[in-house]
């Protein structure tokens, strides 16, 4: 197995995978993979990968040094890569099928750690401790450069940066400041919450309707979902470990992402402050919108709690990508259909004015929806990729701001109050209305 017939692999992992930081316990059982991907993580100077293995067989292979494990950086697998691309260019075009092109292991772009045939017997045991003492983003790997070789074995994976106290520090380089920042956006939250309690739901109590409470909801989830975050990151920085706190971040990651879905749903539809009631096809899009969020939940977990070591976790990422890609569209059409559906109340009802005031404002948060989903999902996760691994923190500061800014617009729209765009407006705005409506089709 040369780098050329692993490179695919190579570069998949390093677009989509992640810098995890907890410290690792799996078990593989008669896996032929040649390439396996552990972690990807970012190194000061006092870097240190541990690497403990037991209870290690393979079968079908005489020669333990074809499967070992090895450190790769991005700029060593573009220059693999390159590598690669030349040698083939001056390659024989008929080249010896029998011929074996050399291990990975023994490229020069690669760290090699050690290779099978420093086991410990009679156990096939081993640990060690390496230093890191070039900084950078490494992903960890093991390789099995013989196609027929079944390997079998516990491994457990520690990589941490030594702080200059000496206390080991479990998350990478650019995750270091992500538990402040969702600490920090947790009160923000807090804060929100409580302004929304106090001005929306107590102060306008009679203006408030069945909706604003939903929203008061969405905004206590999300606040619980930063707070765990925090906690989990905070704990997986210090120990390894997030001690329990990962699962009450995912509850309240699910509560969120399926309140915030239907919240988008329900002020598209109208519903409560509007009309009391939903729609048939309305009603379609809650029932695909929230079982296809539990769906996406289940994805974040896999992905979240295992790692790329898992035969199945790169389908895990598609399904998760799917998914969410068709919750964002699926949101859309109520706000759609509400924006058609008062296009054409407009032409029937004389009520031009209060008319244009609502399409504007669907209008408003149609656009607002939209630029928001590609941002989350587009451009948070081009920063991810493009930024350097010093700065990761920068796509988590991104994405938390601009929802914040998204709830913000969206509560202030269609905040509870006596008089508002939805039920009053002077009667003298009644003949610009008509003719901007005349002017203004409002198609999407």
Same mark, same amino acid.
């Given at each position: 197995?040369?780098?050329?017939?692993?490179?695919?692999?190579?570069?998949?992992?390093?677009?989509?995978?992640?810098?995890?930081?907890?410290?690792?316990?799996?078990?593989?059982?008669?896996?032929?993979?040649?390439?396996?991907?552990?972690?990807?993580?970012?190194? @000061?100077? &006092?870097?240190?990968?541990?690497?403990?293995?037991?209870?290690?067989?393979?079968?079908?292979?005489?020669?333990?040094?074809?499967?070992?494990?090895?450190?790769?950086?991005?700029?060593?697998?573009? #220059?693999? @890569?390159?590598?690669?691309?030349?040698?083939?260019?001056?390659?024989?075009?008929?080249?010896?099928?029998?011929?074996?092109?050399?291990?990975?292991?023994?490229?020069?772009?690669?760290?090699?750690?050690?290779?099978?045939?420093?086991?410990?017997?009679?156990?096939? &045991?081993?640990?060690?401790?390496?230093?890191?003492?070039?900084?950078?983003?490494?992903?960890?790997?093991?390789?099995?450069?013989?196609?027929?070789?079944?390997?079998?074995?516990?491994?457990?994976?520690?990589?941490?940066?030594?702080?200059?106290?000496?206390?080991?520090?479990?998350?990478?380089?650019?995750?270091?400041?992500?538990?402040?920042?969702?600490?920090?956006?947790?009160?923000?939250?807090?804060?929100?919450?409580?302004?929304?309690?106090?001005? +929306?739901?107590?102060? &306008?109590?009679?203006?408030?309707?069945?909706?604003?409470?939903?929203?008061?909801?969405?905004?206590?989830?999300?606040?619980?979902?930063?707070?765990?975050?925090?906690?989990?990151?905070?704990? %997986?920085?210090? @120990?390894?470990?997030?001690?329990? $706190?990962?699962?009450?971040?995912?509850?309240?990651?699910?509560?969120?992402?399926?309140?915030?879905?239907?919240?988008?749903?329900?002020?598209?539809?109208?519903?409560?402050?509007?009309?009391?009631?939903?729609?048939?096809?309305?009603?379609?899009?809650?029932? %695909?919108?929230?079982?296809?969020?539990?769906?996406?939940?289940?994805?974040?977990? %896999?992905?979240?709690?295992?790692?790329?070591?898992?035969?199945?976790?790169?389908? $895990?990422?598609?399904?998760?990508?799917?998914?969410?890609?068709? +919750?964002?569209?699926?949101?859309?059409?109520?706000?759609?259909?509400?924006?058609?559906?008062?296009?054409?109340?407009?032409?029937?009802?004389?009520?031009?004015?209060?008319?244009?005031?609502?399409?504007?404002?669907?209008?408003?948060?149609?656009?607002?929806?939209?630029?928001?989903?590609?941002?989350?999902?587009?451009?948070?996760?081009?920063?991810?990729?493009?930024?350097?691994?010093?700065?990761?923190?920068?796509?988590?500061?991104?994405?938390?701001?601009?929802?914040?800014?998204?709830?913000?617009?969206?509560?202030?729209?269609?905040?509870?109050?006596?008089?508002?765009?939805?039920? %009053?407006?002077?009667? #003298? #705005?009644?003949?610009?209305?008509?003719?901007?409506?005349? #002017?203004?089709?409002?198609?999407?």
């Amino acid at each position: 197995m040369g780098v050329s017939s692993v490179l695919p692999l190579l570069i998949l992992f390093s677009l989509i995978s992640s810098s995890m930081a907890e410290i690792k316990t799996l078990k593989i059982t008669a896996d032929t993979r040649p390439i396996i991907l552990f972690e990807k993580f970012g190194f @000061t100077p &006092n870097g240190f990968v541990n690497i403990t293995l037991s209870d290690v067989s393979f079968a079908f292979s005489s020669d333990p040094h074809l499967l070992g494990f090895f450190l790769l950086s991005d700029e060593g697998l573009i #220059e693999a @890569t390159y590598e690669s691309q030349q040698r083939q260019q001056q390659q024989n075009p008929d080249p010896n099928p029998n011929s074996n092109p050399d291990c990975v292991l023994s490229n020069p772009h690669v760290h090699p750690l050690f290779k099978f045939n420093e086991l410990i017997a009679p156990n096939n &045991n081993f640990h060690q401790s390496f230093n890191i003492t070039h900084p950078d983003e490494y992903s960890l790997y093991f390789a099995n450069c013989n196609p027929e070789s079944q390997v079998s074995m516990a491994v457990r994976t520690v990589m941490y940066n030594a702080r200059p106290d000496g206390t080991p520090d479990y998350l990478s380089v650019g995750q270091s400041p992500v538990p402040s920042l969702y600490f920090f956006f947790a009160l923000a939250y807090v804060a929100f919450l409580a302004v929304w309690i106090y001005f +929306c739901l107590l102060k &306008n109590r009679l203006s408030s309707h069945r909706i604003h409470y939903l929203m008061a909801g969405l905004l206590t989830t999300k606040a619980f979902n930063l707070l765990f975050a925090a906690e989990d990151q905070h704990y %997986v920085r210090v @120990t390894g470990t997030p001690h329990g $706190w990962d699962v009450l971040f995912y509850l309240f990651q699910f509560l969120k992402g399926v309140l915030l879905f239907t919240v988008i749903v329900l002020i598209g539809t109208g519903w409560s402050f509007l009309k009391p009631f939903l729609q048939e096809k309305e009603k379609k899009v809650l029932m %695909v919108v929230i079982p296809l969020q539990v769906i996406a939940n289940i994805a974040s977990i %896999v992905i979240g709690e295992t790692g790329p070591f898992i035969r199945d976790w790169v389908t $895990w990422n598609q399904v998760f990508l799917l998914i969410d890609i068709i +919750c964002c569209c699926a949101v859309l059409f109520p706000i759609v259909w509400s924006i058609r559906s008062l296009r054409e109340t407009s032409k029937t009802d004389g009520k031009a004015a209060r008319t244009l005031a609502k399409l504007t404002l669907f209008r408003q948060f149609y656009l607002v929806v939209i630029g928001y989903l590609y941002f989350t999902r587009v451009v948070v996760y081009a920063l991810k990729t493009i930024a350097s691994y010093k700065y990761r923190w920068v796509s988590v500061a991104a994405e938390e701001t601009a929802s914040l800014a998204f709830y913000i617009f969206m509560f202030y729209m269609f905040r509870p109050v006596e008089r508002n765009q939805y039920f %009053v407006l002077d009667d #003298e #705005e009644e003949e610009a209305a008509q003719a901007a409506l005349r #002017e203004e089709e409002f198609e999407l």
